[in-house]
């Protein structure tokens, strides 16, 4: 059965970095597609980096290069490596993954969510 389970979410002030783990369970390297979502309060869910299952990543324009996605095959963990960060990327950010090679950002494509990890900005 696929598990994920998030950690390192936390307060930081503008500038700040932080780091997420998104530890998986159950899965195959080489079969799924990792991506991580966030969640503003009082807006829609949104992709902000996905890892497919080669390797390659992308990432939202919106991201403007402080974000990071990486994976540790040998470990099952997927990071998001969060630096200068802002006010506005206050949110609640979630690891996901899905069966297939190709990611996609859109949130009904994934079948496996992590719990969320609260990441707070201040200024």
């Known amino acids: 059965q696929v598990r994920l389970v998030e950690s390192g979410g936390g307060s930081v002030q503008a500038g700040g970095s932080l780091r997420l783990s998104c530890e998986v369970f159950g899965y195959t390297p080489g079969s799924f597609c990792m991506a991580w979502f966030r969640q503003a309060p009082g807006k829609e869910r949104e992709g902000v980096a996905i890892?497919?299952?080669?390797?390659?990543?992308r990432y939202a324009e919106s991201i403007q290069g402080h974000l990071t996605i990486s994976q540790d095959n040998a470990r099952g963990t997927l990071f998001l490596q969060m630096n200068s960060l802002k006010p506005e990327d206050t949110a609640t950010y979630y690891c996901?993954?899905?069966?297939?090679?190709?990611?996609?950002?859109?949130?009904?494509?994934?079948?496996?969510w992590g719990q969320g990890s609260q990441v707070t900005v201040s200024s």
């Open positions: 890892m497919n299952s080669d390797g390659t990543t």
């Open positions: 996901a993954a899905r069966w297939g090679h190709f990611c996609t950002v859109v949130v009904g494509d994934y079948n496996y």
